[in-house]
């Protein structure tokens, strides 16, 4: 770990909400773990514990905090991680990677072998990838147990089980009772939708997120509010939808009922897409070192980047915004979802029609994808894009940074532009840096500059710098 023990002992003492999730501390009095944040009456000194990670906690004997629920607690950034390698693998773990692969899978994604992935995340984390798995299924399940309606069975499938009576046993061997046990005493009506909170690490502010993702908004695919953000989304056989905005302890995450098996993933989507897990205190003060950001800066602070939830799609769309306007763009992927995508039957108002996903794009062909106005060549590109995600072969989930970039590099008719676009909101790079960008261009007045002196924050310069462009009309 990272943080010394003088260090976590003044953040509990501060409760320090910019060291929420960075570690946990162990109450050897209790046999409690806690977020440092935990508003019960702070453990004495010599009764604390400290540990990297939940799984960690858990492992050691230590019982999850009823109070300041450890499951809500930001996870490790990406940005932050001394080890890249264990943080990516942290974040795909997260998002159910082991249960739909397994380890040896995992590993060769992250480009290492599984031995040595095992050893990078004992050493960054305290805990084994399958532990760290486990806790998040347990984590997982008593977030649903106890905010949502949801019948046990469902929620076993829903963290990450294969079977029921696994479930059972774990959560009573792991917390000393069996899941019917575990609920709060609040009685929650099922609906139609559930909400989860989020919690994000330091201060946030959605405004600059909401405004990007307003202005891209595709009509009947998504909703974009000064402060929400609704949208259909597919995960798995499932067609649904999802809004998010801010709530009293931070975003506030709606989803249609039939994503809930798909929590986790979503849940670790939504993390990123919103850059919730980044250190913003760390990269604003780099970037201030820069006299043209400084005053940005200083007028509005924690500016992040926003994120994309569908990797596939966000490819597709940065290619049918190659040399046009953000308007010229969303007239050309409105045509594309028109004749595509499939329709939403149960969605709210303004939610009614999906993205279209790989595999149909792929059986389309470019000869029919051509007709909402594009040139072959472009369109050709389009369906390569297609062909090459249904295969398998383009890893657009966050993280998969170095994989990404180099199966986007071999598609015909993709650029640098792209490529550094699709990594900064999809692949999660926060040193992406599209400086061919002619709003980049104009926003600094001059061209050719790549902002190495900002390295690794970059992106957040490039979302910095096209805000300041659209203030005078330019978008990217």
């Known amino acids: 770990m990272s943080l010394d023990a003088e260090t ?18 162990g109450v050897t009095s209790t046999g409690i773990y806690c977020r440092c944040i935990c508003p019960a009456r702070t453990p004495k000194p010599q009764n604390r514990t400290f540990w990297p ?11 999850p905090c009823l109070l300041c629920r450890p499951e809500r607690a930001p996870g490790l950034a990406p940005i932050d991680a001394p080890a890249r390698l264990a943080a990516a693998a942290y974040a795909r773990i997260e998002a159910g990677a082991l249960e739909e692969q ?7 994604g992250l480009g290492v072998t599984s031995r040595h992935l095992r050893r990078v995340m004992n050493a960054q984390f305290g805990a084994s990838p399958i532990e760290i798995a486990q806790t998040g299924r347990l984590l997982a399940a008593r977030r649903l147990l106890n905010e949502t309606a949801l019948p046990v069975t469902e929620i076993a499938f829903a963290a990450g089980f294969r079977s029921l009576r696994r479930f ?16 709060g005493r609040k009685t929650i009506a099922r609906g ?17 997120i909401a405004e990007f993702l307003r202005t891209r908004a595709l ?4 909703l974009g509010g000064a ?10 056989d499932a067609l649904g939808w999802i809004e998010i905005g801010m709530g009293p302890k931070g975003l506030m995450l709606t989803l249609s009922e039939n994503l809930a098996p798909h929590l986790r993933p979503l849940v670790a989507n939504v993390r990123g897409a919103f850059d919730l897990d980044a250190e913003m205190t760390a990269v604003d003060a780099h970037l201030s070192t820069d006299a043209g950001l400084a005053k940005d800066i200083k007028r509005e602070p924690g500016v992040r980047i926003p994120g994309a939830l569908n990797g596939f799609e966000t490819a597709i769309r940065a290619v049918l915004g190659q040399q046009v306007t953000v308007a010229g763009a969303r007239t050309l992927t409105d045509r594309l979802v028109t004749k595509f995508g499939a329709t939403l039957e149960r969605g709210p108002e303004g939610l009614n029609r999906a993205f279209p996903d790989a595999p149909t794009l792929a059986n389309a062909g470019a000869a029919a994808i051509a007709k909402i106005g594009l040139p072959l060549k472009r369109a050709e590109t389009l369906h390569r894009l297609a062909v090459t995600s249904s295969s398998g072969k383009l890893p657009l989930d966050r993280g998969a940074i170095a994989s990404g970039r180099a199966a986007l590099a071999e598609i015909a008719g993709i650029g640098p532009w792209t490529i550094e676009y699709v990594a900064m909101r999809a692949l999660g790079d926060p040193d992406a840096y599209p400086a061919t960008d002619i709003a980049l261009i104009n926003a600094l007045g001059r061209k050719g500059e790549t902002l190495e002196h900002l390295k690794p924050w970059r992106g957040y ?6 805000r300041r462009g659209a203030k005078k009309g330019i978008r990217p």
């Open 461 to 466: 310069a490039a979302i910095r710098l096209w």
């Open 53 to 63: 990670s939940a799984a960690a906690a858990e492992a050691a004997g230590f019982r």
């Open 168 to 183: 059972n046993a774990t959560m009573k061997d792991r917390y000393g009772a069996p899941p019917s046990k575990m609920r």
């Open 8 to 25: 976590c002992h003044a953040a509990c003492e501060a409760k320090d909400r910019r060291f929420d999730g960075r570690f946990y501390v």
């Open 219 to 222: 009509p009947g695919v998504e």
């Open 102 to 108: 397994g380890l040896e899978a995992l590993a060769d």
């Open 227 to 236: 402060k929400t953000y609704a949208r259909t989304l597919k995960m798995g």
């Open 192 to 208: 139609e939708t559930f909400t989860v909170s989020l919690s994000p690490r330091g201060d946030y502010n959605i405004a600059s």
